[in-house]
């Protein structure tokens, strides 16, 4: 059988004028044993009832209860059953109750002699706290609310809504609980409960400054547990966040595992976490934790310049906090500049700051970031020491989750560089086989031919003075490409700046390709440009007319003497032209649109080439644009299907002046001759 109905309840109601108290388990049970002290230690034979919640709690008494159970036959005792604890008459009668009972949820004494009474009548506050780990657990400083008294009239009245209880749930002892109510409840012994005007009517005076000191005791340490618990769960926040973030290299994930944790941690309505250096203007929102129906400011450019907060924080490398940002004299001041108060005021309105925590993510006096927390409801907050201290400690482990994300990022680029590397250097050793010992030998072989054989024809020996030649030539440009590009990436080359016409250029590239290739058929070249419609280039004749020169050669290498090269030029709305070098030939495969410009490389291997050449010419063309601030890419629809080159050209900054521009014609050939015996 099952009540829902409350005995404090019930209690409640028939005495008006009672208040129930707040009273924790520690003191309850030092008060029941007081009261059952006394039936121990008198004469008297009382009424006795008590509630238990639960058997286990009831089985802790049961000697007590069998000792008092020797002085009166009217004791009662109530419990949900957990084991054997069931209805009996043994010693004393035992009343078993479902624990869904509202007895399950209470704790009752009552206690009714000839000389004295007493009862504690009360009902438990919170039966169970939320364990995130083990789902519900008992609370360890559990409280209770009800009466605890000595007076007559109100103990009365709790005996009887207990008996009356006890009735119903054992029928069987309507008997035995009319001799209780004859002995202990007469209406000659019962004082009306109105006229009972303190809660407190001649208490044991021991028992009263024991309850007190238990009370107080018990408020301490509840305070104290409530401190250890706050700590306990800011270290577990702290920990979560430091073995979230070391889990991971990939900086993003780092920023947005800090800001998650620490954001649902400290229950703030955001956090944000932007990279920066101190000298930057602006930065960009990438991590964000939003509390629900908080506008969102990711992606939002963050102002830094002119930002007191920022500049403060970055000076003193300390967390800069704000209570309340429609007060603080910082905000204000900013707020009043030409230059980026509007901005913040708008910030602070748009975005709800209300309370504001900037903190800087320093690492060995390097800025990497800042950690902002906003409050965005109306009441500002002030925030506690505790809780910067915890975001300043997680702000160290991010600066060193991220250092150690850089670190591993600038390792894999090494290792991406030494395979590079490794790779160099395995094409190099298999070109300069391939292009050194080959001609080697064909010079070797006609050499020895002219020396061994003095009668040999003049028309034969010419040919082996001109293949020897050629080979030497073919060797001569092999290191003359090794040089160049060794110059170039170390630096130490030299640039004379020329106001010139690209299309003189063009067709000065186009004559020395076709004078080198007179004795091999080439494809079509077409010059597609209009000089008069374009501005002059301000850049190095000689290299220009160079990477020109190569892009073509490039083009009739892998380009089938009946296709067609065609070279363009056009103006992209900037500061430079737009130089197109495009082709019918092989093309290029979609993967290797970029790896074409690196040092050795052959689309089909280094030993296995249909077309000769060391691989330098677009690393050098790469290497040449580079140096005067252009860009320069390929483009392909794939095998067999053309290919395109693309570079840029700075145009002259200044007006055109009246007048031609001097041909770069002779500047080229003179320059050729004085670079090729810098270079000889």
């Known amino acids: 059988m099952s009540i829902s109905n409350s005995v404090v309840q019930q209690l409640l109601e028939k005495c008006p004028d009672w208040r129930p108290q707040m009273y924790f388990k520690s003191s309850l049970t030092a008060l029941s044993h007081a009261m059952e002290d006394l039936v121990l230690n008198d004469t008297d034979a009382p009424l006795v009832i008590a509630s238990f919640q639960r058997e286990r709690f009831y089985r802790q008494e049961a000697t007590r209860y069998k000792r008092i159970a020797d002085k009166t036959e009217q004791v009662y005792v109530l419990a949900?059953?957990?084991?054997?604890?069931?209805?009996?008459?043994?010693?004393?009668?035992?009343?078993a109750f479902e624990s869904s009972d509202a007895l399950a949820q209470e704790w009752h004494l009552v206690i009714i002699g000839q000389r004295y009474t007493s009862c504690l009548i009360c009902r438990e506050r919170n039966i169970a706290a939320p364990d995130s780990k083990h789902g519900v657990v008992m609370d360890t400083n559990r409280r209770f609310e009800g009466i605890w008294t000595f007076d007559r009239a109100v103990t009365s009245q709790a005996a009887e809504i207990m008996l009356e209880r006890i009735v119903a749930y054992r029928p069987e002892l309507r008997a035995k609980i009319d001799r209780a109510y004859q002995l202990y409840l007469s209406p000659q012994s019962t004082t009306s409960p109105t006229q009972t005007a303190s809660p407190l009517t001649n208490p044991d005076p021991f028992v009263q400054r024991l309850v007190t000191y238990l009370q107080a005791g018990q408020y301490k340490l509840l305070k104290a547990n409530k401190s250890l618990a706050a700590k306990q769960q800011k270290e577990q926040l702290l920990n979560s966040v430091t073995d979230a973030v070391r889990r991971s290299l990939d900086t993003k994930q780092i920023l947005q595992v800090a800001v998650q944790q620490l954001g649902e941690g400290?229950?703030?309505?955001?956090?944000?976490?932007?990279?920066?250096?101190k000298d930057d203007p602006v930065a960009t929102i990438d991590s964000e934790y939003i509390d629900t129906g908080i506008k969102s400011v990711k992606g939002l450019k963050w102002q830094l310049a002119n930002n007191p907060l920022f500049e403060e924080a970055v000076a003193s490398t300390e967390t800069i906090s704000v209570d309340n940002t429609l007060e603080d004299e910082r905000i204000n001041r900013l707020a009043r500049s030409q230059k980026t108060g509007k901005f913040f005021q708008n910030l602070i309105h748009n975005y709800s700051i209300y309370s504001w925590l900037l903190v800087p993510i320093f690492y060995h006096g390097r800025l990497l970031g800042v950690m902002e927390l906003h409050h965005c409801e109306q009441e500002p907050i002030a925030w506690k020491p505790d809780d910067i201290a915890l975001v300043d400690a997680i702000a160290t482990q991010v600066g060193v989750a991220l250092i150690q994300a850089e670190a591993y990022a600038d390792l894999e680029d090494l290792n991406e560089q030494l395979e590079a590397l490794d790779r160099t250097r395995s094409n190099l050793v298999a070109i300069v086989g391939h292009e050194l010992r080959t001609p080697l030998s064909t010079i070797q072989v006609c050499l020895e031919s002219l020396a061994s054989e003095p009668d040999m024809a003049s028309k034969l020996s010419q040919i082996m003075l001109e293949t020897?030649?050629?080979?030497?030539?073919?060797?001569?440009?092999?290191v003359q490409d090794f040089l160049t590009l060794s110059r170039l990436e170390g630096g130490g080359?030299?640039?004379?700046?020329?106001t010139l016409s690209i299309g003189e250029c063009i067709d000065l590239a186009i004559s020395n390709v076709k004078a080198r290739n007179k004795e091999h058929p080439l494809p079509q070249i077409k010059n597609l440009t209009t000089p008069e419609n374009l501005p002059l280039v301000q850049i190095d004749g000689e290299w220009l007319v160079e990477v020109l020169?190569?892009?073509?050669?490039?083009?009739?290498?892998?380009?089938?003497?009946?296709?067609?090269?065609?070279?363009a030029v056009k103006t992209n709305g900037g500061k430079t032209l737009e130089v197109t070098v495009s082709d019918t030939g092989r093309g290029i495969e979609t993967g290797?649109?970029?790896?074409?410009?690196?040092?050795?490389?052959?689309e089909e291997g280094a030993l296995r080439r249909s077309?000769?050449?060391?691989?330098?010419?677009?690393?050098?063309?790469?290497?040449?644009?580079?140096?005067?601030?252009?860009?320069?890419?390929?483009e392909s629809a794939g095998k067999d299907r053309g290919s395109i080159f693309h570079f840029t050209v700075p145009i002259k900054a200044t007006k055109k002046k009246s007048g031609q521009p001097k041909s770069p014609a002779a500047k080229y050939k003179s320059s050729r001759k004085k670079s090729n015996k810098k270079r000889s």
């Open 468 to 478: 020897a030649l050629s080979d030497a030539e073919r060797m001569r440009n092999l």
């Open 80 to 95: 949900a059953p957990e084991t054997d604890f069931s209805n009996r008459s043994l010693d004393y009668e035992t009343i």
């Open 611 to 634: 077309a000769g050449g060391t691989g330098l010419g677009l690393a050098i063309c790469r290497q040449v644009v580079k140096n005067w601030g252009g860009k320069i890419w390929a």
């Open 266 to 277: 400290i229950g703030v309505c955001r956090c944000i976490i932007y990279r920066c250096h």
């Open 549 to 567: 020169a190569k892009l073509l050669d490039n083009a009739c290498k892998f380009t089938q003497a009946d296709g067609e090269i065609a070279i």
């Open 592 to 602: 290797s649109l970029e790896t074409v410009f690196d040092r050795f490389y052959q």
């Open 493 to 498: 080359m030299e640039w004379n700046l020329e």
